[in-house]
């Protein structure tokens, strides 16, 4: 697969070679923890130094009398299907986390779904996913072997975006590199969470004036009354008659 759809970005082959079907286990000691359950318990009981998260997996470092042991949890079948595998150094399992967890988040560059709001883009060297439904931003950036993963969880697509931001620019990937649909994306989450303008004030409705009262009649002149009494005069004339 290479990079021919600058609208989700595509992962170039080669970082994760035979790292399917678990092939990430190949070369370490490992082991499932119902093999060896006093080692599972003491692993249960340090704390993690390192817990890294990526949809339904869940990833963690312990170290146990100075031997670095990373988990990878079952959650879905189990804790006692959970891996442990052992490596040569804290320094190691960590790196070993953050590599497992960018291949998850690689294999899904160019995933849609839920009308959007799971979706996940990338370039060769760098991969990212914005989960609104669950509020999960994850990141990765750097090639095999030497690869950073991050994650955080929140409902603010702001802050989700300034998370995926900051990581990316930081490691030389801002903005204007992204792939087309990603930032479209981004700009339309801006958008719909920006606070909206408030509403005018209302403006009053001026009260009807009342009608200005009628001009009262002004006072008759003698003509005009004069002329008023003489036709009252000939009417009744004409009545004699």
């Known amino acids: 697969m290479s990079i021919t759809d600058d609208e989700t970005g595509l992962a170039f082959p080669g970082e994760y070679d035979g790292w399917f079907d678990r092939g990430y286990l190949r070369g370490l000691e490992h082991g499932r923890f119902h093999q060896a359950p006093e080692l599972a318990a003491r692993i249960e009981a340090a704390p993690p130094e390192l817990d890294r998260r990526y949809r339904g997996e869940h ?3 312990h170290t146990l009398d100075g031997t ?26 960590h790196a070993w986390v953050h590599q497992v967890a960018a291949q998850w988040l690689r294999n899904e560059t160019g995933y849609r779904s839920g009308g959007g709001t799971l ?14 439904v669950h509020g999960r931003w994850h990141v990765a ?14 409902d603010d697509p702001a802050a989700g975006w300034a998370f995926l931001a900051d990581a990316l620019t930081a490691a030389g990937f801002p903005a204007e590199t992204w792939p087309a649909g990603m930032l479209r994306v981004y700009e339309g989450d801006l958008t719909d969470c920006a606070p909206q303008p408030p509403a005018p004030p ?39 008659r």
Do not use: C, N
């Open 202 to 240: 209302a403006v009053p409705v001026a009260a009807a004036a009342d009608p200005a009262p009628a001009p009262r009649p002004g006072p008759r002149t003698w003509r005009e009354a004069l002329r008023r009494i003489l036709a009252r005069i000939l009417a009744s004339i004409g009545k004699t």
């Open 59 to 61: 990833l963690t470092v």
């Open 119 to 132: 979706q996940s883009w990338g370039r060769r060297q760098w991969a990212a996913e914005r989960d609104l």
């Open 141 to 154: 950036t750097g090639l095999f072997p030497g690869v950073t993963y991050a994650s955080t969880e929140t």
């Open 68 to 93: 670095a042991y990373a988990v990878l949890w079952e959650e879905w079948f189990g804790k006692d299907t959970s891996t442990w595998v052992r490596h040569a150094s804290p320094a190691a399992a």
